[in-house]
Each structure stands twice: as structure tokens, then as C-alpha cells.
């Protein structure tokens, strides 16, 4: 599902990722795992294609990030993304925020996923309205509803309690079960529990 | 759908821009109208009653003009001419008011001044203008140390007249020092005027002789202020449409997590930059009506004001209210869709990011 070969990244003339090649086969948990500036989340913005490498080639569901002639469709119907501070928009109510990203033809599936995820009632209501853990909830609503074959996820449960946190690795790992592919960015080393397969960062290597 | 649910969920914020763009819109309007006004209610006072204009020779201004009042019985023998009338104009210090326009005339153009109580003036006597009889309850009024009976009051639509003081020709020549300022003509045959204005200068070397047209066209005072009025006008333009870009602009650069987030849900740069233009169109459209409707009511109460005498004017052209729409609309479309478009070729993440910081 994931081919990188040879990536690297700088940020002006600082190097944060050196020649990381890996792969992540379709249906895999995978945990980013490693310390603050290890490179993991600029690594997770390479491969979720939010961010282009400086360096290397990535394939996604076979086909090569660069030279993709679609990228908007790609991200829409391809890919999920669950971020630390949720990234909702904070004038469109909750079921607004989710038909946002929702393809044409899964705008149906928005309620069932919200009740799914026991958000239902929440449907009407803006971010500012409910707690944090809602609204994480609510941003892994957004990455379920095109039914993704990639989620990514950059520290999902960074500002949750571990009550809320176990609550979206469930909801994760629901997803991988399903066949989705995950691939998590995160310091809490509780998604060991969730992962199949966990690559460490030291300095931008894989140890 | 979502460019209006962003206007509507930001109140506070919306109400910025649209104050900003009402207030840069209404100093241009309000610039624009008053400078036209100036220029509007000079020539519509030189060309309501005369056809041809006789000032000295050779000097810019009417306030120094003087021309030899007896020159009218010559012109009126002249063929095709129906009448002639010579005037004084000055301005001087009139009780507490520091200034006021003074228009002394021969008495055959007093029918000009509308009368709405009394009679028109003989020597000694003044009738003041109606915005300017507001500030008097006196009998008499004292101009340049001398007293003048007040004989009436008349009203004008022209501003200046309104704010002014209508005197004898002969008492308005003691005051100023002159025989008349100029001599206005109106001719019997519109064909024939340019005929009339060559015989004209044919009487006396000392005078310039043209059509009240050619007079307002080529007038230096009028050219001064158009000039300046421009001027002024520009850079009241300038930075009310900086003003704007500058708003938008920031707008836009405060939303860029925003657009950083659509970016990663798949959203399109052409869905990013049509939302924004709708909503920058809706915002500037009706901040540009609001200023144009706060700006035709502020230049209907300017003549009203009492302080003002009617001195301030304004003219809103049709002309001026579609290029300030068009240029408001170019520049708030410009200031937002420019900066968009540079975000919604960055990195989504760094979008994210940059909004974060």
C-alpha cells in the first residue's frame, strides 16, 4: 500500500530525514514511534502527501505521489487524516465538517458514522460547542466517511485523556480490522497495543 | 453555502471588513463629491444666466477682475442681444461669520435670487440667502465697517448664493473697489453668439471676451480645483482601495489553516478560491451600497448644515459611483483571491502549520 524509497527531507539547509525507505503492506497498523524532532511527523506529511520530500519516491496504492495527475480526488477518496488539535472548521457544525470532506456518494454514510461513533446528537452543534474528546471524535468521523484506504494519524490522542484516547485507537483499529490501512505518528507508546508493525526514529534514521 | 456560513459564524470579524470597506468607499465618495460639488455649483452659477462672459484681460481669477460697467450700453445695442447684466464678486467677513460670498449686481438680475420674504435691495440694503439669514436675527448687518440694511432673503439652489449676501452693484463697487467683476450676455440667437463675441471684443481691448462654455472649460480656478480635486481624490482612492486590499489580504492570511485543512480533505485550489471570491464579493458588494446610501444621505444634509452655509456641496456622478464599484470590487477580489491563490499553492502542511503559529 506504502512504497518509500530513498526519502529525504530538509527544512532550508537542515536535513530532518535521511534516505528512509520502508514499506507498508495494505491492511497494516503501523506506528511511527520516536521522540520529539525524530522526524516522525514531517515523515507523516511526506507519506500522507500533505508535504512533498525533498527527495526519494513515494507510491501510494501503486501509483507514484509525484507524478499524480489527481491529487485532490486522490487525498478525498484515498486517504483519511486524523490530526493533534483536530483541525475542524470552526464556523460548520459538526455534520457540516464532515459532508466537507465526504465524497458525493458517501454523504449518506455521515449519520451512520456518527452514531457509530456515539456522536449522533452532536450533529447540529460547532467545534467550540463540545469537549476535546468529541471533537477527536468527530475528526475520525471526517476520516472514516469516504471509507479511506489510507488513514494517517499525527498524535490522535496528543491532547485526549487516556479515557478518550483508548476510545479513538478502538476506532482505529476498527478501521484497520475493516482493511484499512493505518499508519499512526504519535509519542504514546500505548498504540503498541494497537500496532502491526512499528518503525522507530532516532534524527530523522530508522533504528 | 460555506463562503456565506463563514461571513455569518465570524460576526465580529465580519463586521471589520465590512466597516473598513464602508469607510474606505464613503472618504472616496465623500472626496470625490464634495471637489465636484465645488467646480458644480460655480459654473451652474455662471451659465444659469448668461450665453457670454466678459472679464478683464489677462487676469485669472474673477475675484480681481475689473471691467468698465458703461461697456454694457454698448453691448446691449448690439444685434441679437436680449439682455446683459454686470456683477461684483467678493467675499468678505459678515458679523461673527468669518466668511461669506457677496454677489452685488445690477438691478435686472435680482429676479434671479428668488425672493421668500421682503424686497429686493436698493442702495444701503442687502438680502441674504437663506442658509446664511439663519445666523442673523438683526434688522441690519455690517460688511467691511459699513452697515447695510437687510431687505429680504432669497433662496437658491446653488450653495454659495444660499450662503450669501446680494447687494446694488453700486454699494458692492464702493466695497470692493471696482466697476464689475464681469459682464454676463444672453443672446437672442444661439447661432449668432460667436458673431456677438467677436463684435464684443471688438468694443474695448482691455477685455477677454468668450462663451459662459469655453469660460468654465478654460477658467484657471476651475482648472486648479479639478486639479487638486483630482489629487485628493486619487490618493482618497489610492488608500481607500489599498485599504481594502490590505483587509482582505490579512483575512486571507489568517485563514490559512483553514485552507490548509481543505486542502488535505481533497478540496480543490478552484473550491478554495470560488468560496472566497463569493465571499469577498458578497462583503464588498454590500459594504459598497451601504457606503453609497450613508453617502447620498451625508451630501443630501451637507446644504443643511448650518455652520457649512451651504458652501459644501457635493455631486455623486453615475459616472463615479461605477468606477469607485468596479475598482472596490477589483481590489477586496484582488487583495483576497491573490494571496489565496499563492496559499493554495503551498504545502498543505505548511498551510496547517503557518495558521498554528
Same mark, same amino acid.
Given at each position: 500500500?506504502?512504497?518509500?524509497?530513498?526519502?529525504?527531507?530538509?527544512?532550508?539547509?537542515?536535513?530532518?530525514?535521511?534516505?528512509?525507505?520502508?514499506?507498508?503492506?495494505?491492511?497494516?497498523?503501523?506506528?511511527l514511534s520516536?521522540?520529539?524532532?525524530s522526524?516522525?511527523?514531517?515523515?507523516l506529511?511526506?507519506?500522507?502527501?500533505?508535504?512533498?520530500?525533498s527527495?526519494g519516491?513515494l507510491?501510494?496504492?501503486?501509483?507514484?505521489?509525484?507524478?499524480?495527475?489527481?491529487?485532490?480526488?486522490?487525498?478525498?477518496?484515498?486517504?483519511?487524516?486524523?490530526?493533534?488539535?483536530?483541525?475542524?472548521?470552526n464556523?460548520?457544525?459538526?455534520?457540516e465538517?464532515?459532508?466537507?470532506?465526504?465524497?458525493?456518494?458517501k454523504?449518506q454514510?455521515?449519520?451512520?458514522?456518527?452514531?457509530?461513533?456515539?456522536?449522533?446528537?452532536? /450533529?447540529?452543534?460547532?467545534?467550540?460547542?463540545?469537549?476535546?474528546?468529541?471533537?477527536?471524535r468527530?475528526?475520525?468521523?471526517?476520516?472514516?466517511?469516504?471509507?479511506?484506504?489510507?488513514i494517517f494519524a499525527?498524535?490522535?490522542?496528543?491532547?485526549?485523556? /487516556?479515557?478518550?484516547?483508548?476510545?479513538?485507537?478502538?476506532?482505529?483499529?476498527?478501521?484497520q480490522?475493516?482493511?484499512?490501512?493505518v499508519?499512526?505518528? /504519535?509519542?504514546?507508546?500505548q498504540?503498541?497495543?494497537?500496532?502491526?508493525?512499528?518503525?522507530?526514529?532516532?534524527d530523522?534514521?530508522?533504528? | 453555502m460555506?463562503?456565506?456560513?463563514?461571513?455569518?459564524?465570524?460576526?465580529?470579524?465580519?463586521?471589520?471588513?465590512?466597516?473598513?470597506?464602508?469607510?474606505?468607499?464613503?472618504?472616496?465618495?465623500?472626496?470625490? +463629491?464634495?471637489?465636484?460639488?465645488?467646480i458644480?455649483?460655480?459654473?451652474?452659477?455662471?451659465?444659469?444666466?448668461?450665453d457670454?462672459?466678459?472679464?478683464?484681460?489677462?487676469?485669472?481669477?474673477?475675484?480681481?477682475?475689473?471691467?468698465?460697467?458703461? !461697456?454694457?450700453?454698448?453691448?446691449?445695442?448690439?444685434?441679437?442681444?436680449?439682455?446683459?447684466?454686470?456683477?461684483i464678486?467678493?467675499?468678505?467677513?459678515?458679523?461673527?461669520?468669518?466668511i461669506?460670498?457677496?454677489?452685488g449686481?445690477?438691478?435686472?438680475?435680482?429676479?434671479?435670487?428668488?425672493?421668500?420674504?421682503?424686497?429686493?435691495?436698493?442702495?444701503?440694503?442687502?438680502?441674504?440667502?437663506?442658509?446664511?439669514?439663519?445666523?442673523?436675527?438683526t434688522?441690519?448687518?455690517?460688511?467691511?465697517?459699513?452697515?447695510?440694511e437687510?431687505?429680504?432673503?432669497?433662496?437658491?439652489?446653488?450653495?454659495? &448664493? &444660499?450662503?450669501?449676501?446680494?447687494m446694488n452693484?453700486?454699494?458692492a463697487?464702493? !466695497?470692493?473697489?471696482?466697476s464689475a467683476?464681469?459682464?454676463?450676455?444672453?443672446?437672442?440667437s444661439?447661432?449668432?453668439?460667436?458673431?456677438?463675441?467677436?463684435k464684443?471684443?471688438?468694443?474695448?481691448?482691455?477685455? &477677454?471676451?468668450?462663451?459662459?462654455?469655453?469660460?468654465?472649460? &478654460?477658467?484657471n480656478?476651475?482648472?486648479i480645483?479639478?486639479? +487638486?480635486?483630482?489629487?485628493?481624490?486619487?490618493?482618497?482612492?489610492?488608500?481607500?482601495?489599498?485599504?481594502?486590499?490590505?483587509?482582505?489580504?490579512?483575512?486571507?492570511?489568517?485563514?490559512?489553516?483553514?485552507?490548509g485543512?481543505?486542502?488535505?480533505?481533497?478540496?480543490?485550489?478552484?473550491?478554495?478560491?470560488?468560496?472566497?471570491?463569493?465571499?469577498?464579493?458578497?462583503?464588498? !458588494?454590500?459594504?459598497?451600497?451601504?457606503?453609497?446610501?450613508?453617502?447620498?444621505?451625508?451630501?443630501?444634509?451637507?446644504?443643511?448644515?448650518?455652520?457649512?452655509?451651504?458652501?459644501?456641496?457635493?455631486?455623486?456622478?453615475?459616472?463615479?459611483?461605477?468606477?469607485?464599484?468596479?475598482?472596490?470590487?477589483?481590489?477586496?477580489?484582488?487583495?483576497?483571491l491573490?494571496?489565496?491563490?499563492?496559499?493554495?499553492?503551498?504545502?498543505?502542511i !505548511?498551510?496547517?502549520?503557518?495558521?498554528?503559529?
Amino acid at each position: 500500500m506504502i512504497q518509500a524509497s530513498n526519502i529525504s527531507h530538509f527544512y532550508g539547509s537542515e536535513q530532518v530525514l535521511f534516505n528512509l525507505s520502508f514499506e507498508v503492506k495494505s491492511g497494516e497498523f503501523l506506528f511511527l514511534s520516536g521522540e520529539s524532532g525524530s522526524g516522525k511527523s514531517t515523515l507523516l506529511s511526506i507519506l500522507s502527501t500533505l508535504l512533498k520530500p525533498s527527495s526519494g519516491e513515494l507510491l501510494l496504492d501503486g501509483k507514484a505521489v509525484e507524478s499524480m495527475k489527481d491529487m485532490d480526488y486522490f487525498r478525498q477518496s484515498k486517504i483519511g487524516f486524523v490530526f493533534q488539535f483536530h483541525y475542524l472548521i470552526n464556523y460548520l457544525s459538526v455534520y457540516e465538517n464532515i459532508a466537507l470532506a465526504a465524497m458525493d456518494d458517501k454523504k449518506q454514510n455521515i449519520n451512520k458514522i456518527l452514531d457509530e461513533l456515539g456522536i449522533l446528537e452532536l /450533529s447540529s452543534r460547532y467545534p467550540n460547542e463540545i469537549s476535546g474528546g468529541q471533537r477527536q471524535r468527530v475528526a475520525v468521523a471526517r476520516a472514516l466517511v469516504n471509507e479511506p484506504k489510507i488513514i494517517f494519524a499525527d498524535e490522535p490522542t496528543g491532547s485526549l485523556d /487516556s479515557k478518550n484516547s483508548t476510545i479513538v485507537y478502538e476506532l482505529l483499529q476498527d478501521a484497520q480490522k475493516k482493511g484499512t490501512t493505518v499508519v499512526v505518528a /504519535s509519542h504514546d507508546m500505548q498504540i503498541q497495543n494497537y500496532a502491526t508493525k512499528i518503525i522507530r526514529l532516532k534524527d530523522g534514521q530508522i533504528l | 453555502m460555506i463562503a456565506f456560513k463563514a461571513i455569518c459564524k465570524n460576526p465580529f470579524k465580519s463586521l471589520l471588513i465590512f466597516s473598513s470597506i464602508t469607510i474606505a468607499v464613503m472618504a472616496i465618495f465623500l472626496i470625490s +463629491s464634495v471637489s465636484q460639488g465645488v467646480i458644480g455649483m460655480y459654473s451652474k452659477m455662471i451659465k444659469t444666466d448668461g450665453d457670454i462672459i466678459i472679464t478683464q484681460k489677462g487676469i485669472s481669477d474673477t475675484f480681481f477682475s475689473n471691467v468698465d460697467i458703461s !461697456l454694457m450700453d454698448k453691448i446691449d445695442k448690439l444685434e441679437h442681444v436680449s439682455s446683459s447684466y454686470a456683477m461684483i464678486v467678493g467675499a468678505s467677513p459678515i458679523g461673527h461669520i468669518p466668511i461669506a460670498g457677496i454677489y452685488g449686481t445690477t438691478a435686472n438680475h435680482f429676479s434671479h435670487y428668488k425672493l421668500s420674504s421682503g424686497d429686493y435691495p436698493k442702495e444701503g440694503e442687502v438680502i441674504l440667502g437663506e442658509n446664511l439669514s439663519k445666523q442673523f436675527k438683526t434688522k441690519s448687518i455690517n460688511i467691511a465697517n459699513k452697515n447695510f440694511e437687510i431687505s429680504g432673503v432669497y433662496r437658491s439652489e446653488i450653495g454659495f &448664493e &444660499e450662503g450669501g449676501v446680494v447687494m446694488n452693484i453700486t454699494d458692492a463697487g464702493r !466695497l470692493f473697489n471696482r466697476s464689475a467683476s464681469f459682464i454676463l450676455v444672453s443672446s437672442s440667437s444661439p447661432n449668432e453668439i460667436d458673431g456677438i463675441v467677436q463684435k464684443i471684443s471688438n468694443l474695448e481691448s482691455e477685455i &477677454e471676451v468668450k462663451t459662459t462654455q469655453n469660460f468654465i472649460k &478654460e477658467y484657471n480656478q476651475f482648472k486648479i480645483i479639478e486639479n +487638486s480635486s483630482f489629487v485628493i481624490s486619487f490618493l482618497a482612492f489610492a488608500m481607500g482601495l489599498m485599504g481594502i486590499a490590505s483587509v482582505m489580504s490579512m483575512i486571507v492570511n489568517s485563514r490559512k489553516e483553514e485552507f490548509g485543512i481543505m486542502r488535505a480533505l481533497g478540496k480543490s485550489r478552484f473550491f478554495i478560491i470560488k468560496n472566497l471570491f463569493f465571499e469577498t464579493l458578497a462583503m464588498s !458588494l454590500s459594504a459598497y451600497l451601504f457606503a453609497l446610501i450613508l453617502s447620498l444621505g451625508i451630501l443630501a444634509l451637507l446644504p443643511h448644515i448650518e455652520m457649512l452655509q451651504g458652501y459644501v456641496n457635493g455631486t455623486l456622478s453615475l459616472a463615479t459611483a461605477l468606477y469607485v464599484l468596479v475598482s472596490t470590487l477589483f481590489m477586496a477580489l484582488l487583495g483576497s483571491l491573490f494571496p489565496a491563490w499563492i496559499a493554495s499553492k503551498t504545502d498543505p502542511i !505548511l498551510l496547517i502549520n503557518q495558521g498554528c503559529a
